[in-house]
């Protein structure tokens, strides 16, 4: 299993829930895993060409990531944080 730590701007399609645990062995089968879930969530942090979004950051532990296919292993944590913007 992984931890998904979820951002404030996506708890409403999570029910509030800001921690989930999820399987799969890439960034994309936990974002799947995830989605099957809570529909929507995945698509506000990848678009249709599997690339993170602009505005969303992802880290598997300390170590920032934009490939979906980045390998996991059980235990690992994966960070979801959109970007911050304002005036």
């Known amino acids: 299993m992984v931890r998904v730590l979820i951002p ?33 969530l995945k698509f506000r942090v990848v678009d249709e060409q599997d690339r993170v979004r602009r505005h969303m950051r992802l880290f598997v532990g ?15 944590e994966l960070l979801i944080f959109g970007a911050l913007s304002g005036g």
């Open 8 to 40: 404030s701007q996506l708890t409403s399609y999570t029910g509030g829930e800001t921690r989930l645990e999820a399987q799969g062995a890439t960034v994309d089968a936990v974002l799947d895993d995830v989605d099957r879930r809570f529909p929507g």
């Open 62 to 76: 300390m170590d920032e990531t934009r490939d979906v296919r980045r390998p996991l292993r059980d235990g690992d």
